[in-house]
């Protein structure tokens, strides 16, 4: 199942996590530092970049050049006022690019560089997918990644545009409630039956910059997001800015110490709150506050209890009840309906949130889900539904469009036109088909109607070309396919022109349809949108039609009124069975042919998206390079320390190199140390591999003395034992044993010889070993002794172990029957004759 990189992401502002589907359920995937959680933060050197929990553990020494907040500037333009907003709170440059978007100014190499946020993202995903290929010891493809529920199209684009970057192919993008709802229905195995009255839990996930709630009916084996209710802009941030705000006061009235005025201590102060705001959610008791060295170098100090800090965020605490309110009034259900409140995320662990959850629902928060996996454990889940090599529980999953999409197009005779094509809440992903009469190519354009957080409305345009008059000058039918896909993405995915001949001409690609198109129409609900008059409609001229593909997971609308009155216009409800058969029997050729369509879209063209990859992947290379060059010199570093650690008086390889030689070595181990942090800083990976080369033909040398006078004495001691059992043979063989008994004389003689001569040989060894200094190579190598061993081995065991002959047994007299003949053959045992079944019966 591991080879399968079946994965999820979690993609937080704050954090990232990972859960991987696996044969025994969903596990979360640790990464490099042992941790489930991998910062989103993207730092940049001289040499390389420094991803994740490095990253932030050097965020306060580079902070110009560490990068984070991101996940709130994709999709957007400099001149956003969110943007503007968010600027306010990074301490890094960021500032607009030539087509209007945000470049983030950081140094790299040496050099100045800008970089958009859908490229820092891509970079942070970068890491994601080496920590999971790490772990699951394969190369990652196909994933889920989580994103708000109230992100739009922009912002959905750019992330795809992210991933597509750092080479993910991404399968879904995943509302974070509703990967939290599936992670909690798919275990459940007391859920209602699909006939039955469905139960209704609400999911309350706020995060770190973030409040989004989602009303879930769940049926066995079956979720339906009913409605959700956001604030975007609400979050544990808020917490922490108000509590830093809180000790700025407090610091510049006894301090007079500004942390606004320095970037640094207002950094290291909003950790510090962040850790308090933590032991505020366990503890209701007056918490102390201390930072050294906060500023001009002085140490700072201050206390907060949890009562000051739900004053000090009332206005926060507002903002999430009315949100909590929203989705009742979004999903029309009443507290009594809801069966049970889930929560999720960080923020949720503060006791005024739980009880908010407590007033506005009539329940109490539930945490049966773990609150910082969840999401990712729920896109893992949807990950491995829809990857074909993994077999998982059926569990159909629908989510919800949170805006109403609206569509606008130039009519055919000069008069705009636009309707409602998705309603707020509506089922995604989801296709409707529009049927347009049109002589000359068009354009249709997407806008969100209602409020969204997001300055522009504009979803995108589509210019439909290639639409020409028919031959007798009249309109053509076109259909043109809108989609909210799988992505949550609004589309226009395709555009058909839908052309009829007589049965006459047929040809290649071409469907029959009957003339009246009754079975095709009973699909479609017409409406009347260009304002034609009567005759045309009967006609069918400038009147558009919507249906609802008949697609997978996608219910088929029934025939609408307007449509019924069309057909009874057009004669086409006429019950009379005449008219029927002549109908039938008139048949017309149907030929569809796809029109292609010049989209405006938001998002990367693909052209920058290759641009950026090729950028991607000489970062990667850079980095690699890094890795290895710093893996290289740590590897000297930590070669001197430990051989000059080891020649110290007393230590293990002190008696095993001369005094002169450990002198000089040790004086070169300390040049090279020095060697190290001045002009050897930064070399190429290749000086740092040539010296531990060089340093290593003197190190290993006293290395190998030290161990082969370790192993020496057990070889020694080995042999000796070898030759003491053959002289026991012998003394076995003499008293008359009648183990060795079989062996002849010369064969006692010649392991008596080889015996003697080993003896002697052990005992020179021992002799010569003893009156060498330790620090000199030794006469006789332990691979020696083993060699002299086996050598001896092989001359006396043959002969001790030398197999007995078997005694031979004279033959018997006369043969049995049964016994072998000369010719090797059995005799056959004469069989006794055929017993009648009287007789059989009496015996």
């Known amino acids: ?173 995943m509302n974070e409630t509703t990967a939290t709802a599936l992670t909690y229905g798919i275990y459940k ?85 962040e850790k308090i705001k933590k032991q505020m959610s366990a503890n209701s008791t007056r918490l102390p506050l201390n930072i050294e060295c906060f500023m001009e170098e002085r140490d700072v100090s201050g ?81 491995a539904m829809l990857s074909p090599a993994v077999r998982v ?53 997407a806008y969100y109607s209602d409020q969204v957080p997001y300055p522009d409305n504009f979803i995108g345009q589509w210019n439909i070309r290639d639409v020409q008059p028919t031959a007798e000058g009249e309109s053509q039918k076109v259909k043109l396919k809108v989609r909210v896909n799988i992505h949550g993405i609004v589309t226009v995915a395709s555009a058909s022109l839908v052309e009829k001949k007589p049965d006459s001409s047929q040809t290649d690609n071409v469907d029959m349809e ?68 002549k109908d039938k029997s008139k048949k017309v050729l149907v030929k569809t042919i796809e029109l292609p369509i010049d989209a405006r879209t938001h998002g990367f063209s693909q052209q920058d998206v290759n641009a950026y990859m090729e950028q991607e992947g000489k970062m990667q290379a850079q980095d690699r390079q890094e890795k290895e060059r710093a893996d290289a010199r740590n590897a000297l570093e930590e070669y001197v320390y430990e051989l000059r650690g080891k020649l110290g008086a007393g230590e293990t390889l002190h008696d095993f190199v001369a005094e002169e030689q450990r002198h000089r070595l040790v004086a070169h181990l300390d040049a090279l140390e020095q060697w190290l942090y001045d002009e050897g800083e930064d070399q190429n990976r290749q000086v740092y591999s040539d010296k531990l080369s060089e340093l290593r033909t003197e190190g290993e040398p006293i290395k190998q003395r030290r161990l082969e006078f370790e192993l020496r004495p057990g070889a020694l001691d080995d042999f000796a ?19 060795y008994a079989h062996l002849s004389e010369a064969d006692i003689q010649k392991v008596m010889e080889a015996s003697k001569n080993a003896l002697s040989w052990v005992e020179s060894a021992r002799q010569a070993l003893a009156h060498t200094p330790r620090h000199q190579a030794p006469p006789h190598t332990t691979h020696q002794i083993r060699q002299e061993r086996q050598s001896f081995e092989s001359i006396v065991n043959p002969i001790l172990n030398k197999p007995k002959p078997k005694e031979k047994t004279p033959p018997p007299a006369s043969a049995a029957p049964g016994d072998a003949q000369p010719d090797g053959q059995q005799q056959a045992p004469p069989q006794a004759p055929p017993q009648s079944h009287e007789q059989m019966d009496v015996e």
Not at 91 to 113: A, C, H, M, S, T
Not at 235 to 247: K, Q
Not at 324 to 346: M, Q, S, T, W
Not at 521 to 527: L, S, V
Request: include cysteine.
């Open 721 to 739: 034992l070898s030759i003491q059992l053959t002289n026991k043979a012998v003394d076995q063989f003499k008293a008359g044993d009648a183990k």
């Open 393 to 445: 529980r059926e569990f159909s999953v629908s989510d919800v469009q949170p805006y109403a999409v609206r569509l606008a197009w130039d009519a055919a005779r000069g008069e705009d036109g636009d309707m409602e094509v998705f309603p707020a809440f509506h089922a995604a992903p989801f296709s409707k088909m529009l049927t347009f009469y049109r002589k000359e190519p068009f354009s249709v354009s």
């Open 514 to 581: 009957n003339v009246n198109e009754k079975e095709n129409r009973d699909q479609e609900a017409p409406m009347d949108t260009n304002g034609a008059s009567q005759e045309q409609q009967q006609n069918g001229p400038d009147n558009q039609e919507v249906r609802e593909d008949n697609m997978k997971g996608e219910p088929q609308e029934k025939q609408s009124w307007t449509q019924r009155v069309g057909q009874w216009f057009s004669g086409e409800g006429n019950d009379d069975k005449k008219d029927k058969s």
């Open 1 to 173: 199942m591991a080879a399968m990189s079946v994965i999820g992401i979690d993609f937080g502002n704050e954090s990232c996590y990972i859960a991987v589907a696996k044969a025994g359920g969903i596990e979360t995937i640790a990464n490099d530092y042992s941790l489930r959680g991998t910062p989103s933060c993207v730092a940049f050197s001289p040499k390389n970049r420094i991803l994740g929990v490095a990253a932030k553990n050097q965020m306060v020494t580079n902070m110009k050049n560490t990068v984070f907040g991101f996940k709130r500037l994709l999709g957007r333009k400099f001149s956003d006022p969110h943007v503007q907003k968010e600027l306010k709170h990074f301490p890094f440059k960021v500032e607009q690019r030539g087509d209007g978007g945000i470049g983030i100014r950081v140094n790299y190499l040496g050099e100045d560089n800008v970089f958009s946020p859908e490229q820092i993202t891509a970079m942070l995903f970068t890491k994601l997918k080496d920590i999971a290929a790490t772990a699951l010891q394969t190369q990652i493809n196909d994933c889920v990644i989580s994103v708000p529920s109230y992100y739009t199209n922009a912002e959905r684009m750019a992330l795809l545009d992210a991933a597509g970057i750092a080479g993910l192919n991404v399968l879904r993008l």
């Open 303 to 383: 206390e907060m209890q949890r009562s000051t800090m739900e004053q000090l965020c009332s206005e926060t605490f507002t903002r999430v009840e009315r949100t909590l309110r929203a989705i009742l009034h979004n999903a029309k259900l009443r507290p009594e309906d809801i069966n049970a409140v889930e929560v999720v995320g960080g923020s949720t662990r503060i006791p005024a949130v739980k009880s908010l959850i407590e007033q506005v629902f009539g329940k109490n928060a539930s945490t049966t889900l773990n609150q910082d996996e969840s999401v990712a454990r729920g896109a893992a889940l949807q990950c």
């Open 189 to 273: 195995q007391d859920l209602p039956a699909p006939e039955e009255k469905p139960r209704n839990v609400v999911f309350v996930d706020f995060g770190y910059s973030s409040l989004q709630v989602a009303a879930c009916a769940f049926n066995k084996g079956k979720l339906r997001v009913l409605a959700t209710a956001t604030d975007p802009y609400c979050g544990g941030r808020d917490i922490d800015m108000a509590l830093a705000e809180y000790f700025c006061q407090d610091f510049l009235t006894r301090f007079k110490l500004d942390p606004k005025k320095n970037q640094r201590a207002f950094l290291r102060l909003l950790q510090e709150v």
